[in-house]
């Protein structure tokens, strides 16, 4: 009240003389009254953009929590197959260190030297059963990590486990299955190998085969994804 009472006598002032003069009240109220209409406008446009975002806001955080759950269900199943694999592995492991036990008498050992196929869990879990099973026979063994190019091109991309060797000697060349028989009780260390991962893997899953990749005097047990069949 006290503020318009002194605006009037302001504008009353000098003699009953309005003041400002008429041009110049006109003009600060045309723009006191745009500058009015412009912050009205500018407060409902905040009003509109705090709602809208707001709204697009909240469906973004809901698609966030729906990737969230998404990945965890994608992870859960991942494990799930890693711990599924790793069960596997074991089972094979338990049959190869029988098999490879049962070669301990009667067999020179070589030095093996297992590697596996990169990505793959299940070529990693068999690759580390078998090394417990080497250890267990008691069989001198290393890890080579993922499986080299060289080493590759010599068939190991065919999948399922393969164990290679440098070159055939004599004796493996007597041991060799002739005419489609497999000899029983192979004593060379490469093909005692193969037949006990053989027997505790399975033939469908199991070979053997030379490489000049390998150092000469070792052998090298490879693991791949295993091998699909055709039919």
């Known amino acids: 009240m006290m503020t318009i009472a002194a605006m009037t006598e302001i504008a009353y ?5 309005p003041w ?15 500058v009015l209409a412009f ?8 009003t509109v953009v705090i709602i809208w975002m707001g709204i697009v806001k909240e469906h973004h955080w809901d698609l966030l929590r729906e990737q969230s759950v998404e990945k965890v269900a994608a992870l859960e199943l991942e494990t799930a197959k890693a ?7 074991n089972e094979r492991t338990a049959l190869a260190e029988i098999r490879l036990e049962e070669t301990r008498k009667g067999v020179a050992k070589k030095r093996v030297l297992v590697s596996h196929a990169p990505d793959d869990p299940e070529s990693f879990f068999l690759a580390m059963s ?8 008691e069989w001198d063994h290393g890890y080579l990590g993922e499986t080299s190019a060289s080493v590759k091109m010599c068939g190991a991309n065919l999948g399922g ?3 290679l060797s440098h070159s055939v000697s004599n004796e493996e060349q007597e041991e060799m299955p002739h005419r489609g028989v497999l000899p029983k009780d192979r004593k ?5 190998l193969t037949d006990a991962l053989w027997e505790s893997i399975g033939a469908d899953s199991t070979g053997f085969a030379t490489c000049p990749s390998v150092p ?8 791949a994804p295993r091998r699909v069949f055709l039919k």
């Open 13 to 17: 002032h000098a003699g009953n003389s």
């Open 20 to 34: 400002p003069p008429l041009d110049t009240a006109s003009k600060w109220f045309d723009r006191a009254s745009f």
């Open 39 to 46: 912050t009205l406008l500018v407060g409902f446009s905040a």
């Open 83 to 89: 711990n599924e694999s790793a069960a596997k592995a």
């Open 130 to 137: 078998i090394m417990g099973a080497l250890k267990a026979a």
């Open 161 to 163: 486990v393969l164990v």
């Open 188 to 192: 060379t260390p490469w093909l005692a």
């Open 216 to 223: 000469e005097g070792v052998l090298q047990v490879v693991v």
